[in-house]
């Protein structure tokens, strides 16, 4: 079973379209992640939810809505999209307690904005 | 601002051979620092981590080191394989849950056979 998972795995848009990406994780972690990886593989944190509860909050443009159905799932929803987003946006998750830092990515969605 | 940096960008080494990587940090909060590997297509993987309560820590062929008043922390892979031939990023965040992964900048290595 695949414990952290995203759909779609590959999404071409053109410019100015809304699209969303859903994760889920099977882990009964409490904390889940988005994070960005661009053209040159550079990985940035954009929000973390814990219990449902926003607790990271990057400076992100709004056009980007992250929403936290349940503890298992992390949704991305992306307003008016730009070709500066096309990068691949990876979900992630973790356990509260001791080791927290240890975060289980998913195998990554990937954006294309044309 | 870039809080961890990792050098070097790319690494090609022949199989058998020793792979070193290093990263920096900046915020002496910092308490938890991972390696993440990373294979074309797929998403980072938890490889090896540290706390600064310890300078080594070696799981197979792979050992971090870490340099606390340096600021300093390497990865050391022993008897390169092919198949370790991926992107290897270093991280440092708060041995919280819920903390960020501040990441460098990944280094490319190839494992030449």
């Known amino acids: 079973d695949t414990a952290v998972s995203q759909t779609p795995k590959y999404l071409v848009t053109q410019m100015g379209n809304d699209k969303s990406i859903k994760c889920e994780q099977n882990?009964?972690?409490?904390?889940m992640y988005w994070y960005k990886q661009d053209s040159k593989k550079f990985l940035k944190i954009m929000f973390s939810?814990?219990?449902?509860?926003?607790?990271i909050n990057e400076t992100v443009p709004n056009r980007f809505s992250p929403k936290s159905p349940d503890k298992a799932h992390l949704n991305l929803h992306i307003n008016s999209l730009e070709l500066g987003d096309s990068a691949v946006y990876f979900c992630?998750?973790?356990?509260?307690?001791?080791?927290?830092?240890?975060?289980?990515f998913g195998p990554g969605t990937r954006l294309l904005v044309l | 601002q870039q809080q961890v940096k990792q050098s070097p960008q790319s690494l090609i080494v022949q199989k058998g051979g020793i792979s070193i990587i290093n990263c920096a940090y900046e915020?002496?909060?910092?308490?938890?620092f991972p390696w993440y590997q990373q294979f074309p297509g797929k998403g980072p993987a938890l490889l090896i981590a540290?706390?600064?309560?310890?300078s080594e820590k070696k799981e197979g062929r792979f050992t971090i080191s870490f340099n606390k008043s340096a600021k300093q922390f390497s990865l050391h892979i022993m008897d390169s394989q092919p198949g370790d031939s991926a992107t290897y990023f270093c991280?440092?965040?708060?041995?919280?849950?819920?903390?960020?992964?501040?990441f460098g900048e990944g280094t490319q290595l190839t494992v030449n056979p």
């Open positions: 540290i706390r600064p309560d310890v």
């Open positions: 939810y814990n219990n449902k509860e926003l607790i």
């Open positions: 882990l009964g972690h409490d904390t």
């Open positions: 915020n002496t909060a910092f308490d938890y």
């Open positions: 991280a440092a965040s708060f041995d919280t849950s819920g903390s960020r992964l501040t």
């Open positions: 992630a998750s973790s356990q509260e307690g001791r080791g927290g830092g240890t975060q289980y």
